[in-house]
């Protein structure tokens, strides 16, 4: 069975740091893209940021470009997204999700379509208090 687990969310106070771990198990990561995303309570999911299967980084919320960092474990066969600076805004559930085409176009790139997507984890909830 193919399955994502994401673990290391908190509650954490503003200006602290969580690293999310998106684990799988079942298959090898090194050919998938893998994504992260977040929703907050009565907001949509959104993109927050991926990594493609040939190590293309796309920051899909402006919001978190100079905070998170996303990256990749082969041996581990798991993806980290490390977050610093945290603010009250980044409160929500933060889902992995592994894309199986690992790129699109001719540049091999992430989506930051959730429905690209075909594996989900259960998510992982993110409190930033102020």
């Known amino acids: 069975q193919l399955q994502l687990v994401e673990s290391g969310g908190g509650l954490v106070q503003s200006g602290e740091s969580l690293r999310l771990s998106c684990a799988a198990s079942g298959f090898t990561l090194n050919y998938w893209a893998i994504g992260w995303f977040r929703q907050a309570p009565g907001k949509e999911r959104e993109g927050v940021s991926c990594?493609?299967?040939?190590?293309?980084?796309?920051d899909f919320a402006d919001s978190v470009k100079g905070r998170f960092t996303i990256s990749r474990d082969y041996a581990k066969n798991t993806v980290y997204l490390q977050m610093n600076s945290l603010k009250p805004d980044d409160t929500g559930v933060y889902y992995c999700?592994?894309?199986?085409?690992?790129?699109?176009?001719?540049?091999?790139?992430?989506?930051?379509?959730?429905?690209?997507?075909?594996?989900w984890g259960q998510g992982t909830q993110v409190t930033v208090s102020s």
């Open positions: 999700a592994g894309d199986a085409a690992g790129g699109h176009g001719p540049a091999g790139r992430c989506s930051s379509v959730p429905n690209e997507f075909d594996i």
């Open positions: 990594i493609s299967s040939s190590g293309g980084i796309d």
